[in-house]
T-cell receptor, first 112, second 115 residues
Framework: GENVEQHPSTLSVQEGDSAVIKCTYS??????FPWYKQELGKGPQLIID?????GEKKDQRIAVTLNKTAKHFSLHITETQPEDSAVYFC???????????FGSGTKLNVKP | DTGVSQDPRHKITKRGQNVTFRCDPI?????LYWYRQTLGQGPEFLTY????????KSRLLSDRFSAERPKGSFSTLEIQRTEQGDSAMYLC?????????????FGDGTRLSIL
């Protein structure tokens, strides 16, 4: 099965700085990579996703990059704000999927 | 779009008791998923329905666990003879599968605590 590894486990940045979270996956058949944000007491909320036929996708302050050859993908958050503080999860799966495999999460702390 | 709804939000029970959780997916979504999340970890897949058919079950889903989705609408997850190790957040997600594949949308989960 798929194995998704995520780094770092915790990340602390100053407000306005950029944050980068990295994930690797093992199954070369995986072709869909969503990122979720989870706040305390809430379920994961989809923030951005990317399919394997695209190398980069951007949505305002959030971008995701994918390197299929190296089997890794990254989340980039620019101009971080305190409300970006949460746990972020990457996941991998197949687009016409039945399930995702999640990374272990990154706790992002944005200091005002 | 009212989102995925889960009930109850919290459940505290004694070891050995049976518990049942309910999930109401987004109304037009034909796919429904159950995940389990323990502290400090990402969600782990448990099982998946397309309409009323349960199409896949993880080996994490022991014979004490059973899930149903009658009529392809809401779903229930039952745990019989609960054990300490069952303490976790149980998350439900739904999506619109088929030709217009859409990502999974999660509910806020049911947190289960076994005393």
């Amino acid at each position: 099965g798929e194995n998704v590894e995520q780094h770092p486990s915790t990340l602390s940045v100053q407000e306005g700085d950029s944050a980068v979270i990295k994930c690797t996956y093992s199954d070369s058949a995986s072709n869909y990579f969503p990122w979720y944000k989870q706040e305390l007491g809430k379920g994961p909320q989809l923030i951005i996703d990317i399919r394997s036929n695209v190398g980069e996708k951007k949505d305002q302050r959030i971008a995701v990059t994918l390197n299929k050859t190296a089997k890794h993908f990254s989340l980039h958050i620019t101009e971080t704000q305190p409300e970006d503080s949460a746990v972020y999860f990457c996941a991998a799966g197949k687009y016409n999927f039945n399930k995702f495999y999640f990374g272990s999460g990154t706790k992002l702390n944005v200091k005002p | 779009d009212t989102g995925v709804s889960q009930d109850p939000r919290h459940k505290i029970t004694k070891r050995g008791q049976n518990v049942t959780f309910r999930c109401d997916p987004i109304s037009e979504h034909n796919r429904l998923y159950w995940y389990r999340q323990t502290l400090g970890q990402g969600p782990e897949f448990l099982t998946y329905f397309q309409n009323e058919a349960q199409l896949e079950k993880s080996r994490l889903l022991s014979d004490r666990f059973s899930a149903e989705r009658p009529k392809g609408s809401f779903s229930t997850l039952e745990i019989q003879r609960t054990e300490q190790g069952d303490s976790a957040m149980y998350l439900c997600a739904s999506s619109l599968g088929g030709q217009l594949n859409q990502p999974q949308h999660f509910g806020d989960g049911t947190r289960l605590s076994i005393l």
